[in-house]
Structure formats: C-alpha cells, structure tokens
C-alpha cells in the first residue's frame, strides 16, 4: 500500500507496516506462532492484506488461498442462519427451545449428584428461548470448562466429539438427559448452545446445516471456501495446526495433508466446525456491514442486524457481571452479547480503543475478526494455535489498527 493509498481510506500506511514488523518479532520469529495473515477493510474495500510464515512445516508461505479453522467463527454464521428463519416466520427469537426440540422438554437446572451418583435437578425458573442460545444463557455448557459436574458428564459421553457416534439429533438427544448449569437467563456461560442451534435450522429448514449454509449463505454471497470438509481438491491449500504442548512448546495439532476437516463430520458443529478464508470471511463481514446485504444478494434485513449487533443480556449487563464461564473468546469487562457476537457496550470498560457497538469473536485457534460501525473498518486475523486465551495478540492487533487510523 502507497503512503497516498494509505491516506485515501483514512489510514497511515507507515503504521500499518508496523503491525505486521510486530506480528513479525513478537510472535513468528520467536515460535510462538506458525504464521499469520491480517486484512484490514474500510468502507468494504481491502486497505491492508499481509501474510507471513509458512502454511505447513517446511512447506511454503501462507497466501490469500490458504484455508484455516475458524472454529467460533462459525457461531456468527450459524446466528445470521437462525435469523433468516426468523425473518420467514418458522421461528421466533422467543420461542421455546422445547417447541422445536422436544427433546428438551424435562431438562431441569443441577441440583446435586454427579460423579457416578446420578444427578438431581430442580425445575427451570423460565423455560429456555432460542434468545438463551443466542446470547449464551441457555444454562449449557463445554466440556472444556472443567468446573463443574455437569461439564464433567459431557466428557465422559463424548457428546461433542464431531467424529464419534452421535449425530445432530443424537447430540440433543444426549443434551436432554443432562441438567442445565442454571436456570436459563441467570447467568451468562460460553456454552455448545450454538451448536443446538444448529439443530434447530435443521428441524425448523428440513436441510441439513452444511446444505443450508452452502445453498443459502455461502454460495450466495460467493464464499467459495466455506465448508465443514475440506474437498480433495483443496485439501493442499489447508494450512498445519497447533496446539499448546505440556512441554509449553509449540507441537502439531492437525497435519494440513491428513487433517481430520479432509472427512465428513458425523456431528455438524454450527458453533465450531468451518474451515474458511480470510477472503471468504471478508465477504461476510461486508455483508453484515452493508446491512445484511452483499453485491445485489440480501441474506438479513438491516433491522435484523441491528437487532442482533445490540446486547441482550437481561438488564443490560455485561459480561464481567453475567458471566460463569472460565473461558470465552472475548474479554469482560464493557462487553455485552447480542444474537451471536459480542457487542462492545463501555469502551473504557473495555481499556482498548474502538467504538460503542463494535460487534467481533474469535475462534480456539486464535483466528478473530471485529466489525466497527462507527469507523465502516472490519479486520480477519487467521492463525492456527490453541488455545487463544495464551497471547493477547486480539487486543494488541485491535489497539494497533486503531492507532494506524488517521
């Protein structure tokens, strides 16, 4: 980018550049991450698009075809998805979970047992909404959170194993036979409620969720490399993952040529499950910019995105006070929910710059993007290293882009 492009969309180009000298010192030349790819967007055109590190060990760089897990990152997706049954009138973001999951219908709150003693539970103050699982306060939880009995029961059954013997109905299935964490509503807890979700597209579209994502939301809005199972014929361009070893090093997670997104899934995890672009997710984000629409295509109505870029958490709280959860993708402090991301409420809150409804998530794998009405900027961030809680790298690229503003 030249200093005057840089200036036309009303960044420094000099500041910019720095961003990715950082990412470069900080983070690639010292192991502590495999590559990194950053694109910055303002009023829907791409400003900066930087790629750096390899795409597989010993392999070549990283490049605007690589693919990457963007786990979270699905969450919007799946929330935009619900949102355009909603806007057809076959649901309601107050309807009862039960009304289209039956399944359901006996789940009670944890009221004791657990650890071979089988539980007790007492009835649901309220009974759970799709706005629960929008907005986490369903009462639902992860495996991963390891902090209570219930969690602990979702472990040994493997119900999110994506690979295993359940599929979307035998995993809600599963769900019903196990107390909520708290009465829906009560608390806020990060939480396979997404993936619930995309249950209920399936029961309430009668289409599988990979073929209501291709036909009504990929292809229109031409995300060509958007998938829950990488196709052979781009299996080449997904990049190597990592995880965090017991040795603090990092180790590979996922072999790019032998990974386990080159199979179908059993479980469609709409909380999780996409491979993506940074290009594709980019789309996306012009998408919900413009108001839920993209060259000619309208996926939602403007006031249906105004309506999930709001926060809904009950009492207008944010997550610093609501939250039970000992993981999310997202700080606490100034930031509420709204119907699948994280809406910023208090900037100063938050001790970051950005703006009042700037909404964003992230993934496991430390990918992140961040959408800023007020500013018309959008940013992707890919990586592939878990977890994503060990870097601050959200915050600082997030503090960064703001100071490359003019």
């Not at 900080?26 to 900066?48: F, M, N, S």
């Not at 052979?232 to 180790?251: F, H, N, V, W």
């Not at 993209?294 to 939602?300: A, C, E, K, T, Y």
Request: a negative charge; one cysteine or more.
């Amino acid at each position: 980018m030249t200093n005057a492009t840089a200036s036309a969309t009303g960044f420094d180009a000099g500041r910019l550049a720095a961003i990715d000298a950082f990412l470069k010192a900080r983070y690639l030349d010292t192991g502590l991450l495999p590559h990194a790819q950053l694109l910055i967007a303002r009023d829907g055109e791409i400003v900066h698009f930087s790629h750096q590190g390899a795409a597989r060990e010993g392999g070549a760089a990283i490049d605007d075809r690589s693919l990457f897990r963007i786990a979270s990152m699905t969450k919007p997706i799946t929330s935009i998805a619900f949102m355009m049954l909603v806007e057809a009138g076959k649901v309601a973001v107050d309807t009862p979970v039960h009304h289209v999951l039956p399944e359901f219908k006996q789940l009670g709150v944890y009221n004791g047992g657990g650890a071979g003693v089988p539980f007790a539970t007492k009835p649901t103050a309220e009974p759970m909404r799709m706005l629960d699982l929008l907005r986490h306060t369903s009462g639902l939880t992860y495996s991963f959170q390891n902090r209570s009995n219930v969690d602990a029961a979702y472990r040994e059954g493997r119900i999110e194993s994506w690979h295993g013997n359940l599929d979307l109905d035998g995993f809600v299935a599963a769900l019903g036979k196990l107390p909520l964490e708290f009465s829906p509503g009560e608390g806020w807890n990060y939480s396979v409620a997404t993936d619930v979700l995309g249950a209920v597209i399936e029961r309430v579209s009668g289409q599988t969720l990979d073929a209501f994502f291709a036909e009504r939301i990929f292809a229109p809005l031409g995300m060509d490399d958007t998938f829950f199972q990488v196709p052979a014929d781009k299996i080449d361009r997904l990049t190597d993952c990592y995880t965090l070893g017991e040795d603090r090093q990092r180790q590979l997670y996922d072999r790019g040529e032998a990974s386990a997104w080159s199979r179908s899934p059993r479980l469609l995890s709409g909380g999780g499950g996409l491979v993506s672009s940074a290009l594709d997710y980019h789309r996306f984000c012009r998408m919900c910019e413009n108001g839920g629409t993209l060259d000619g295509v309208r996926i939602v109505g403007r006031k249906t995105l105004d309506l999930m870029t709001m926060n809904h958490l009950p009492g207008g709280k944010d997550l610093a006070s609501l939250s039970r959860s000992l993981f999310s993708e997202t700080q606490n402090a100034g930031t509420g929910f709204g119907l699948g991301f994280a809406v910023t409420q208090d900037v100063a809150k938050t001790m970051i710059p950005g703006s009042q409804g700037e909404y964003y998530w992230g993934g496991m794998f430390s990918t992140a993007f961040f959408i800023d009405p007020v500013e018309r900027l959008h940013m992707v961030f890919m990586t592939q290293f878990s977890p994503s809680s060990l870097y601050p790298i959200r915050r600082e690229l997030k503090t960064m882009i703001y100071a490359a503003l003019n």
